[in-house]
């Protein structure tokens, strides 16, 4: 039977005063990226009718989980340092320190609070996030239109056809065009056989139907030999059909907007139809889904240092130092996703970089404060 230590006065006193500033904290920065533009867009929308008072309040409501998933680590990093400066300011880590307590052991508390912070970070970047987001799209009532390309090639990587979807939206398609192509390959360029084209289209369970198609039939030459007309014609079917799919409605998403099971699929896919920009993306994102919770360890540990100093010491150089590691973390997110995007570091790298920097400013920041 696994036997937990004792908590004691030490341990309830600093897990308390790290979990109220850093409540705080993150209500903070809720209110600071609310308020801008997203509070006044919503206000004027809702004094010129667009939305009901209750609609708009629900979408304030609906972008909260997108502003908490970024705001645990933030409210960590500053909650442990204001503690924790406070503490020093007071004498009191120097009396924790005199009665033979190690770093480890005072921060040990903060520790215990992050692993809590960092499942609730993992639990609404994968759950609530997605959640809100589907949410607010009903509340909204947005008629999302999506324009696609899908290529299907056979064993050999040759492409068999490409349908082209012109507007699809809740199962029916528009101006759908499809590219026939023949086995014949000229100058690196694969010959066309037929041309379709349907003003409609439906997307059922395993097949893509068009309706009233036009067919234009092409000779070798490239030249119109025939025009004719089918009533309905099976564009993709079976796997083909479901994989264009996925691809098609996740296209218009944005990764937050996608579970994390659901992103593993879509990932597997991309890597499966050779899409490389858009699977070394989706990976970096995915594997930032990860790390991102985890960084809430690693930001409180590094407030906690930040937080030792001298009696005397100003109190300024701890925060600025805060303030420029959130602000490095998160504009510098967007340069690894293109990094990773564009083939120049793998996505294992670029998802990695931003926790392992963290980890060698703990490393640094622990043996400058010679603890």
């Known amino acids: 039977m696994i036997k937990f230590p004792k908590l004691k006065i030490y341990d309830k006193y600093i897990f308390n005063q790290v979990l109220t500033t850093s409540v705080v904290a993150i209500l903070l920065f809720t209110v600071v990226w609310i308020a801008p ?27 909260l989980p997108l502003i908490l998933s970024k705001a645990f680590p933030v409210g960590l990093l500053l909650g442990s340092l204001f503690t924790f400066d406070k503490l020093s300011k007071d004498s009191e880590l120097t009396i924790f320190r005199a009665v033979g307590m190690s770093f480890k052991r005072i921060v040990a508390p903060v520790i215990v609070l992050s ?3 960092t499942v609730l970070c993992y639990i609404t970047s994968d759950r609530l996030v997605p959640l809100a987001a589907d949410k607010m799209a009903r509340v909204k009532n947005d008629s999302i239109l999506t324009q696609y390309i899908y290529t299907q090639k056979d064993q050999n990587d040759i492409p068999m056809n490409s349908v082209i979807v012109s507007r699809y939206f809740r199962g029916k398609m528009e101006n759908v065009i499809v590219l026939d192509f023949s086995s014949k390959k000229y100058d690196d360029v694969h010959q066309l056989s037929d041309i379709y084209f349907a003003k409609t289209g439906t997307i059922e369970k395993s097949k893509w139907v068009i309706k009233d198609v036009t067919r234009y039939q092409i000779s070798s030459d490239g030249i119109f030999v025939d025009i004719g007309k089918i009533p309905t014609m099976d564009i993709l079917q079976g796997q083909a059909s479901q994989n264009a799919f996925t691809l098609m409605t996740n296209a218009t998403k944005k990764e937050r907007e996608i579970t994390n099971a659901d992103l593993k699929k879509y990932v597997n896919l991309l890597k499966s139809e050779q899409l490389e920009e858009e699977y070394h993306y989706m990976l970096n994102k995915y594997l930032q889904r990860f790390l991102h919770p985890f960084v809430c360890i690693l930001l409180a540990i590094l407030g906690a240092l930040l937080g030792f100093s001298k009696p005397r010491e100003q109190r300024l150089v701890g925060f600025t130092i805060a303030i420029g590691c959130i602000f490095l973390y998160y504009i510098t997110l967007p340069f690894f996703d293109l990094l990773a995007e564009k083939g120049v570091l793998p996505p294992l790298i670029t998802a990695t970089f931003p926790p392992v920097a963290f980890m060698c400013a703990i490393g640094a920041f622990y043996k400058s404060k010679d603890l």
């Open 37 to 63: 533009e997203m509070l006044l867009n919503t206000i004027k929308a809702v004094l010129a009718g667009q939305y009901s008072p209750k609609t708009g309040v629900l979408i304030l409501v609906c972008q």
């Open 115 to 117: 692993l809590i912070f």
